[in-house]
């Protein structure tokens, strides 16, 4: 299969389709009009030769082959996303309605936190911080 022959903004809509199996949804999450979803699922049923989704009454389900093809296009998103924003810092004022959790201890919560959160309101004052009591003996059960 040649490679260069093939848009990847298809996996985009692969990915979108999958995880909200609406292609409205899909075209919402990915900044696209509905017929351009409808397209792109078109094209992509002609790529890989399955229908991949199923219009059903509980939305567009998708076929054996399109989740067996979606661990490897999630991945292979995943590596591009990442490559692409290597090198990027964090710009605070680009998080504006983004939250935060911090775990802090007794400790940090009293001496390290009134700090952070003044930096946090004049650096980013858009961005919704929670404060967490850690626990080390369930660190792991807080971490998921």
Do not use: C, W
Not at 88 to 115: E, L, M, N
């Amino acid at each position: 299969m040649n490679l260069s022959a093939i848009d990847l903004n298809l996996l985009v809509a692969f990915e979108a389709l999958y995880d909200t199996r609406n292609v409205t949804l899909a075209g919402q999450r990915i900044n696209r009009a509905q017929p351009s979803v409808s397209s792109a699922l078109g094209r992509l049923r002609l790529l890989f030769q399955d229908e991949l989704f199923l219009r059903t009454a509980d939305g567009m389900q998708p076929t054996p082959k399109a989740v067996a093809l979606m661990p490897a296009v999630s991945a292979a998103l995943d590596q591009i996303r990442q490559a692409l924003t290597q090198g990027a810092g964090f710009d605070p004022q680009a998080a504006a309605g983004r939250r935060f959790t911090v775990a802090a201890s007794d400790y940090a919560d009293v001496v390290i936190v009134p700090h952070l959160v003044a930096a946090l309101r004049r650096d980013a004052p858009g961005i919704d911080l929670r404060i967490a009591r850690l626990d080390r003996a369930a660190l792991y059960e807080q971490l998921d």
